[in-house]
């Protein structure tokens, strides 16, 4: 069992930046970051692989965010920049144990607890 623990979230205004951070406690082979609003399904924002460090956005990100891992630690960064009211949501880190991009959350195998993100106009 692999336990994921995000941090980083916060209220911020439009155009600013934050980073979010989500460690975990043992290997997997992709990990991902995904986003729910009130009243809308989850979905993908941005997935990188841990083999070789390819990556993956959302059109609604490309651009402005930046998924990031950190081996030594085992911990993988959503930078996010350039922050959008509709950014606002909580921010979940997955992670899977099959080798390849996923984009569908029911396919990740670990999840983490959430952090709230809010952006205001």
């Known amino acids: 069992q692999v336990q994921l623990v995000e941090s980083g979230g916060g209220l911020v205004q439009a155009g600013d930046s934050l980073r979010l951070s989500c460690a975990a406690s043992?290997?997997?082979?992709?990990r991902a970051w995904f986003r729910q609003a009130p009243g809308k399904e989850r979905e993908f924002v941005a997935y990188?692989?841990?083999?070789?460090?390819?990556?993956y956005y959302s059109d609604s990100v490309k651009g402005r965010f930046t998924i990031s891992k950190d081996n030594a630690k085992n911990t993988v960064h959503l930078q996010m920049n350039s922050l959008k009211p509709d950014d606002t949501a909580v921010y979940y880190c997955?992670?899977?144990?099959?080798?390849?991009?996923?984009?569908?959350?029911?396919?990740?195998?670990?999840w983490g607890q959430g952090t709230q993100v809010t952006v205001s106009s």
């Open positions: 997955a992670a899977t144990r099959t080798v390849g991009l996923i984009v569908l959350p029911r396919e990740y195998d670990y």
């Open positions: 043992g290997r997997t082979f992709g």
């Open positions: 990188i692989s841990w083999n070789n460090g390819d990556t």
